[in-house]
T-cell receptor
Framework: SQQGEEDPQALSIQEGENATMNCSYK?????LQWYRQNSGRGLVHLIL?????REKHSGRLRVTLDTSKKSSSLLITASRAADTASYFC?????????FGKGTSLLVTP | DAGVIQSPRHEVTEMGQEVTLRCKPI?????LFWYRQTMMRGLELLIY????????DSGMPEDRFSAKMPNASFSTLKIQPSEPRDSAVYFC?????????????FGPGTRLLVL
């Protein structure tokens, strides 16, 4: 089954800096989603980008999608300590989602 | 809405015991998903239901695992007998419609430890 893979596995930055995470996948998709998981919690949906879209914004989040390279990136601008979490991309698998192993982001004050 | 509710939040049991995890999806959602999360394998889809009917259980590890959804507001995931390698966090999620157009809403998870 198809599964997204996030890169890097871990990222440590200081408050105010930008954080970029990447996701690669193997086969064609209809859409791609990004989720966040705070420690000890369930996943929370952040943003969905359709296969015919190249870029999408939501607040401090910017997601890009390059279907020719089968990759997506998530940019968090002006990061805050509260952004510390794991971030997952999810690709479609029929009616369900396949998640990667995530990027663990640490934002230090 | 209270969101997806899972119980128990933590479960510690001994190898060989039966474990039952419970989930109450968001009211009105017609898709329900069970996931398992471990450090080694990440987040894996175990099974999902549409209108209480199991649609795809190909992710269920083996016959020791079973899932039911007797009605639209309740689902269980049972492990019998449990083994140490079943230790993981189990998440339930629900969505209104099952296509990737729809956001999945996750519960807080059940952290299972099998000794």
């Amino acid at each position: 089954s198809q599964q997204g893979e996030e890169d890097p596995q871990a990222l440590s930055i200081q408050e105010g800096e930008n954080a970029t995470m990447n996701c690669s996948y193997k086969t064609s998709i209809n859409n791609l989603q990004w989720y966040r998981q705070n420690s000890g919690r369930g996943l929370v949906h952040l943003i969905l980008i359709r296969s015919n879209e190249r870029e999408k914004h939501s607040g401090r989040l910017r997601v890009t999608l390059d279907t020719s390279k089968k990759s997506s990136s998530l940019l968090i601008t002006a990061s805050r300590a509260a952004d510390t979490a794991s971030y997952f991309c999810a690709t479609d698998h029929g009616y369900a989602l396949n998640f990667g192993k995530g990027t663990s982001l640490l934002v230090t004050p | 809405d209270a969101g997806v509710i899972q119980s128990p939040r933590h479960e510690v049991t001994e190898m060989g015991q039966e474990v039952t995890l419970r989930c109450k999806p968001i009211s009105g959602h017609d898709y329900l998903f069970w996931y398992r999360q471990t450090m080694m394998r990440g987040l894996e889809l175990l099974i999902y239901f549409n209108n209480n009917v199991p649609i795809d259980d190909s992710g269920m590890p083996e016959d020791r695992f079973s899932a039911k959804m007797p009605n639209a507001s309740f689902s269980t995931l049972k492990i019998q007998p449990s083994e140490p390698r079943d230790s993981a966090v189990y998440f339930c999620a629900s969505s209104l419609g099952g296509s990737l157009q729809e956001t999945q809403y996750f519960g807080p998870g059940t952290r299972l430890l099998v000794l």
